[in-house]
């Protein structure tokens, strides 16, 4: 951390709570802090000057978290309680066979201690790892690009650049970075409950005596425009120093929590099976002892040492610790390649979630369409031009002074701008293709800037659907340039400005003729924007603190009509939504007719299957009727004209109709709606902070076909865990039966399975197993199927079909090469059976080798959960299941072959391996049988019958609505004549309070 010296430390008491202003007054304000600072306020810092500043006040960073070293990690697992148990058990048979055979009898109790060391640090190796995932990606979600002034220009840089004394741009929407004070603005309005607890908004003022003139990090800029002097970064800041009290630990998702509890279920049932071993071997050696009347000597006490290991063997092998490291590793894993996708996760439990969303409210601009607004068609001063005519939009039939006063009025009521060194704009879209406008026309928007005195800007806001700016003109006059929703801004116009300049009423023809252009535009798809202006005098007035009154004397300058072409990968994105069993709604605030127009070319509307368009201001009405929204829901396609209310309003209904929404949202105003989906998605491009701070996931591209990759790798996600579930429990069943029952049938009450074997299989290979399933690349079958219910069990009774099926064949081969091996191997070589004392080893051997083979083949058939036939379908699509299945067989084959009295192995022939995999492999054709079997109506997805049937279900259920599609259209269409009046009003009563 960088010192901070006395100045530092003085700039940081700048902005504290209780706020004070004795630091800001004694330091100068703003020009005296400056000052102090070597700052130009102009232009800003210099290159020198940032790397001075950085060096003397530290950069705007946060010490990383401290993770727990791999040694730390280590010295966890050993608090682990059954590899405590385990320990403890094999140091005392170290002793007792030191004891008792001092040449050979230390090589079980050493070989169980050095399995539990290879188990610690194989699973510190995977949390270390997962760490640095985390880490990786914690790092990507918290950069973020800031506007700041440098040598004079306007730059965009990340946060982490900011340093001391830097002059940042404040709008609209932004969460701020840094601590510092106003220098200019206008109509600024903070929320900073996030540092207070109190929600009211705060405004901030540069001019008044005693105003609020600081900004604190962390805080939400709810409302306006300006530039704040920063005064203290990273640890300095207010945001800095309450992180650094607290810094919040990883919580587990859902899936996890479910997949904790189903381990401990099954943990619970090893611990009985484990207790009823021991009690059941100690009673049978007791009861050998006394009825042969033999002294309970130290070879009483080594059998109770075994079958103590024996008993903590099956509660080992019972206890699924592979279920944890495999949620952990599908979510690192999907993560990483989601954000490949351009979707940054934010909340682990947002992949989950998408899996099972069965609603996305999309919005248009910019997710829909590819977000690069150009203004296609003008209508100015009555004078209509179009691309087509003159291949520019520009209007050349209007005088010299129309196309001044349009240009003036353009680029200073818009903050979009050109970075130094760069060609495209930064800033709304809007914006920029009304900046690109005037550029055509041959006008510098930068310049236009710099030479008008600019009082005030009020920015766009859902409510009033307008921003203004004002400016002092040469002669004293105040001017102030409108623009917004079309029909809003012609609805406040009394004159226009013709073509010759001059300014005349607006008669009712003339007005005829802008909506009758509205409407045109509109029916192409084109955002309307109208542009307005009108004179009044300057009263002194404080514009900071108020607003003009905008009401219905504007002067007319133009319609605009913009286009933003839809995405071409768009159509597909939403047809594959569909055939996902996925609604997908667009939300947008243009006019109906565009709205629907655009919804068409996306293949969002549809007319004929009873798609329903409408407007805000209407859906809102049907808050308070819950019969006639259920019925609304049921059939909308397009909501516009749509205020952050009538989103919050359609999330909340889809919510009480049991859907799974996801919601995408750039705005401030979009936080509500995106805190109350199930799943939230910003946007990366244009989505403000507030915005991407409500969400789960940022769409770093702004496009809607990364919500359907979203949707597939939160299902994978699922489908993952599920595999590795399936693989699990197999093993576990299989394993714990076999040493219950092997443990009772052996004379010496040991398992036929070693402790360090069920070490190797349960915790070492299961590992491997995780990561060969949990890895897995998403399938386009995917989204062939309907979404997972919010309820449905992770266990499905297909699964369990599965699982029930493979352990029982594993469970008879097995116990048929424990009873009777010759008739599945062979004689032996020497001509004894397996079972004397000379070939036990080998028995033991070949036991364990067809185990572990049945293990490794039927990961094959874990891969498929919803009842394929064919398993091998994809398989090389996957080279990391591929790698894995060939480590694993490398492992299994240096145990066996060299492992020795270490592993309780001995090496195997040709003919030995070959039988033994093949019985292995037996479980691929059984598996196949098993799927076969009636599936008692449980759908089986993920083939052509499956998706035959899934289709099938959805056209039941359309038919079965078909016949109330015609009430349901008259129940609109009287609900719309019966409010038509209220509704009328409730817009008229929006744009008395909005002026």
């Given amino acids: 951390m960088v010192p901070v010296d006395s100045l530092g430390l003085k700039l940081q008491e700048v902005v504290t709570y209780p706020k004070t202003r004795q630091p800001y007054d004694d330091l100068g304000k703003v020009d005296g802090i400056a000052k102090v600072l070597n700052v130009n306020l102009k232009t800003g810092l210099s290159n020198e000057q940032v790397k001075e500043h950085r060096k003397k006040y530290g950069p705007n960073v946060l010490p990383e978290v401290e993770i727990k070293s791999f040694w730390e990690l280590v010295m966890e697992g050993f608090e682990d309680k059954t590899l405590i148990l385990l320990s403890g058990s094999a140091i005392i048979s170290l002793i007792l066979g030191i004891r008792e055979n001092p040449s050979t009898g230390w090589i079980e109790g050493t070989a169980i201690i050095m399995a539990v060391l290879i188990v610690v640090f194989v699973t510190a190796i995977n949390d270390h790892e997962k760490e640095k995932q985390f880490r990786t990606l914690n790092a990507k979600k918290d950069a973020r690009l800031v506007k700041i002034l440098r040598n004079g220009e306007p730059q965009q840089l990340l946060v982490d650049e900011i340093v001391v004394g830097d002059v940042l741009f404040v709008e609209t929407g932004d969460v701020l970075p840094v601590d510092g004070v106003l220098m200019y603005g206008s109509n600024i309005e903070c929320d900073e409950s996030a540092a207070t607890g109190e929600s009211d908004r705060i405004r901030k003022s540069h001019t008044a005596a005693k105003a609020d003139v600081f900004f604190v990090s962390g805080a939400q800029v709810m409302d306006g425009v300006g530039k704040m002097l920063v005064t203290a970064v990273g640890t300095g800041s207010f945001y800095g120093k309450a992180m650094m009290g607290l810094r919040v630990e990883t919580e587990n998702t859902p899936l996890q929590d479910k997949l904790e509890d189903l381990a401990n279920q099954i943990g619970f049932f090893g611990l009985i099976m484990a207790v009823i071993t021991v009690g059941c071997l100690v009673a049978r050696e007791y009861y050998t002892y006394h009825i042969n009347d033999m002294p309970l000597d130290e070879h009483f006490v080594s059998a109770l040492v075994r079958f103590v290991i024996t008993g903590i063997t099956i509660l080992v092998v019972a206890i699924p610790e592979g279920l944890p490291l495999a949620v ?104 920029s293709a009304l900046i690109g406008y005037i550029k055509e026309m041959g006008y510098d928007y930068k310049l236009i800037r710099r030479s008008v005195d600019q009082k005030a800007i009020f920015p766009f806001s859902s409510a009033r659907k307008r921003m203004s700016s004002l400016v002092k003109q040469p002669s004293g006059v105040l001017r102030l340039h409108c623009k917004g929703a079309a029909e809003l801004i012609l609805d406040m116009c009394d004159t226009y400005i013709n073509a010759k300049g001059d300014v005349v009423p607006l008669t009712a023809d003339d007005s005829k003729a802008n909506h009758n252009i509205i409407q045109e535009y509109a029916s192409e798809g084109l955002r309307t924007i109208c542009l307005c202006y009108t004179d009044m005098e300057d009263g002194d007035q404080d514009w900071e603190h108020s607003k003009p009154d905008e009401t219905e004397r504007m002067t007319l300058l133009g319609i605009v009509g913009i286009e933003d072409p839809i995405r071409p990968e768009v159509p597909e994105a939403v047809r594959r939504c569909a055939a996902a069993g996925i609604k997908t709604l667009m939300v947008t605030g243009d006019n109906s007719v565009t709205a629907k127009n655009i919804a068409k070319k996306c293949g969002i509307y549809n007319e004929k299957a009873g798609g329903l368009v409408m407007e805000g201001p209407e859906f809102r009405l049907l808050k308070d009727k819950p019969h006639e929204l259920m019925t609304v829901i049921f059939r909308l396609q397009v909501l516009a004209r749509s205020s952050p209310l009538d989103k919050q309003i359609l999330v909340e209904a889809l919510k009480k109709s049991n859907h799974v929404v996801a919601v995408t949202g750039d705005g401030t105003n979009d936080g509500p709606a995106l805190k109350m989906a199930h799943v939230g998605f910003s946007m990366g491009i244009t989505g403000t902070e507030v915005a991407k701070e409500a969400s789960d996931i940022v769409l770093m591209d702004d496009n809607f076909s990364s919500i359907v990759k979203a949707v597939s790798w939160g299902r994978n996600v699922y489908d993952s865990i599920r595999k590795f579930i399936q693989f699990q429990l197999t093993v576990n069943i299989v394993a714990v039966i076999l040493a219950f029952l092997g443990s009772l049938s052996s004379e010496t009450g040991e398992s036929p399975l070693k402790p360090v074997q069920l070490l190797w299989v349960n915790l070492i290979m299961d590992t491997l197993a995780a990561l060969a ?109 591929l790698i894995v299945m060939l480590f694993t067989l490398f492992l299994q084959v240096l145990m066996v072959q060299y492992g020795g009295d270490w592993v309780g192995c001995t090496p195997l022939n040709q003919d030995q391996w070959i039988r033994t995999i093949v019985i292995g492999a037996l479980g691929i054709p059984v598996g196949t049988l098993i799927r076969l079997l009636p599936d008692w109506g449980l759908p089986r997805t993920g083939n052509k019958a499956a998706r035959d049937k899934f289709k099938g279900a959805v056209n039941a259920v359309r038919n079965e609505g078909h016949h109330r599609e015609k009430h349901d259209l008259n129940l609109v269409e009287a609900f719309r004549r019966k409010h038509s009046h209220e509704r009328r009003s409730l817009s008229n009563e929006e744009s008395k309070k909005s002026n």
């Fill in 328 to 431: 952990t590793m599908a979510l690192a894993y999907s993560t990483i390649k989601m954000l490949e996708d351009n979707n940054l996760v934010r909340k682990l439990e947002a992949c989950e979630t998408m899996g099972g969303a069965t609603t996305i409210c999309s919005d248009k601009t910019g997710t829909l369409t590819q977000n690069k607004m150009t203004v296609v068609r003008g209508y100015i001063a009555q004078q209509n031009t179009t691309l087509e005519e003159t291949e520019s939009p520009l209007p050349l039939r209007v005088d010299e002074k129309v196309i001044e006063l349009l240009s003036v009025g353009i680029a200073t009521n818009t903050t979009a701008y050109v970075p130094e060194g760069h060609t495209e704009f930064v800033g709304n879209k809007t914006e």
């Fill in 773 to 881: 399933l949990a890895t897995e690349s998403p399938s386009p079958d995917l989204l062939n199927r309907p979404p997972y219910g919010k309820n449905a069990p992770l266990i499905s009774r297909m699964m369990w079909r599965n699982i029930l099926g493979q352990a029982f064949f594993q469970f008879i081969v097995n116990f048929y090469c424990l009873k009777d091996p010759e008739s599945i191997f062979g004689p032996t070589d020497n001509g004894l059976p397996y079972e004397s004392a000379s070939n036990h080893l080998l028995h033991m051997t070949l036991f364990f080798n067809t185990f572990v083979m049945c293990q490794l083949f039927n990961e094959i058939n874990s891969k498929k959960i919803h009842g394929e036939i064919n398993v091998f379908e994809g398989f090389f699509a996957s080279p990391m299941f």
